[in-house]
């Protein structure tokens, strides 16, 4: 069992920047998939970004270029900058892991956390 923490949200005009962070209770060195993902009242949770153990990262379409994942395993934590924010941007943002798969469609994220709340306003 992992258990996530998140760190990081808040509330910021648009244009700003926020950094959240993601920490495990335990080395994730073993859990080769992680990411964000966000829920905003009334919509379906949809995955922001994703990154595995090496370098392979998936970015939602509608945050490319703004929105940066990385991890340190070493530190077993994983960040999500997240730069240009927009009012659309608002929602509950959650940090998930899974061993054998975490994609941005959610399939094989095993394991969540409580969630940091991001109020971006215009």
């Known amino acids: 069992q992992i258990h996530l923490v998140e760190s990081g949200g808040g509330s910021v005009q648009a244009g700003g920047s926020l950094r959240l962070s993601c920490a495990a209770s335990?080395?994730?060195?073993?859990?080769?998939?992680m990411g964000w993902f966000r829920q905003a009242p009334g919509k379906e949770r949809e995955g922001v970004a994703v990154?595995?153990?090496?370098?392979?990262?998936d970015v939602a379409e509608s945050v490319k270029g703004r929105f940066t994942i990385s991890r340190d395993n070493v530190k077993s934590t994983v960040h999500l900058q997240m730069d240009s924010l927009k009012p659309e941007d608002t929602a509950m943002y959650y940090c998930?892991?899974?061993?054998?798969?975490?994609?941005?469609?959610?399939?094989?994220?095993?394991?969540w956390g409580q969630g940091t709340q991001v109020t971006v306003s215009a």
């Open positions: 335990r080395s994730t060195a073993s859990v080769y998939y």
């Open positions: 990154t595995s153990n090496g370098a392979w990262t």
């Open positions: 998930a892991a899974g061993g054998w798969s975490c994609d941005l469609r959610r399939v094989g994220c095993d394991y």
